[in-house]
């Protein structure tokens, strides 16, 4: 269950919060432990939006946007111990990123421009930390409403590492297995949680509108490309309440 709000504070400026509360069964939760995942708040955003003008040209609006993602709401697991799962990556992200939307008679479509700033990550325990690298970010969204109660969404996104990412000696002395020694290789750890991966994935969705305010909405995602994350088909289905 998740929930995204705006509040517009001026013409120009508006406060985002979005969350969510997530039910999680996994294969390895359940082989290694005596639970079948974790249940809870997952990552809190906060938000600010800035509108820059209406009109760049072409009836294009321009916005900056600010997001601080606090995963303070759940606990952190050990990423090491399989048994063990987390409701987000724990991690402190600040991204920042420039926004150019442009209305249609047929549909939008967004086009986003973004940093995304990685804090450095001590979750795990007292002196056992890492840093992931920051990222840039570029995604594309577009719809297309087909018909009054039918609207067809597209979206393509990548996400590509600037290579900053850092692990500690605390890190890398908790991360090796009792009686194996350590060749001064950090890249097997940064692979393991994924501190500099690459991502390229896109999306096709139909929202179906019930009644005003209410949706029903099917969306199908397939990652195109990955290093050092994970590769799949993601179906899902979603009832979106506006209130």
């Known amino acids: 269950i998740s929930y995204y709000g705006e509040y517009g504070l001026t013409d120009k400026i508006t406060v985002i919060f979005s969350t969510a509360w ?73 991204t920042s990123k420039l926004l150019f939307g442009k209305g249609f008679n047929w549909g939008y479509s967004v086009l986003s421009v973004g940093y995304n700033y990685r804090f450095e990550n001590d979750k795990i325990g007292p002196g056992i930390t890492f840093k992931p690298s920051d990222l840039v970010e570029l995604s594309c969204d577009v719809g297309y409403n087909a018909f009054p109660w039918l609207s067809i969404r597209g979206r393509l996104a990548y996400s590509k590492p600037v290579g900053n990412a850092e692990v500690s000696q605390g890190l890398i002395d908790h991360s090796i297995p009792p009686g194996m020694d350590w060749h001064g290789d950090t890249v097997l750890i940064k692979s393991t949680l994924g501190l500099e991966s690459e991502s390229l994935s896109g999306q096709i969705g139909l929202a ?19 290093r050092d994350a994970a590769i799949g088909d993601t179906f899902a289905l979603a009832l979106a309440v506006s209130l």
């Open 208 to 226: 179906f509108t019930v009644k005003s305010g209410t949706q029903v909405v099917l969306s199908y995602t397939r990652d195109l490309y990955g």
């Open 22 to 94: 997530d039910w999680q069964k996994t294969n390895d939760a359940q082989k290694y432990s005596d639970n079948d995942g974790p249940s809870g708040i997952s990552d809190i955003i906060f938000g600010l939006r800035h509108k820059l003008s209406d009109n760049i040209g072409a009836n294009i609006i321009s916005s900056v946007q600010f997001d601080l993602k606090i995963p303070e709401a759940y606990t952190y697991g050990d990423p090491f111990n399989p048994g063990v799962q987390s409701l987000g990556l724990g991690q402190y992200d600040l």
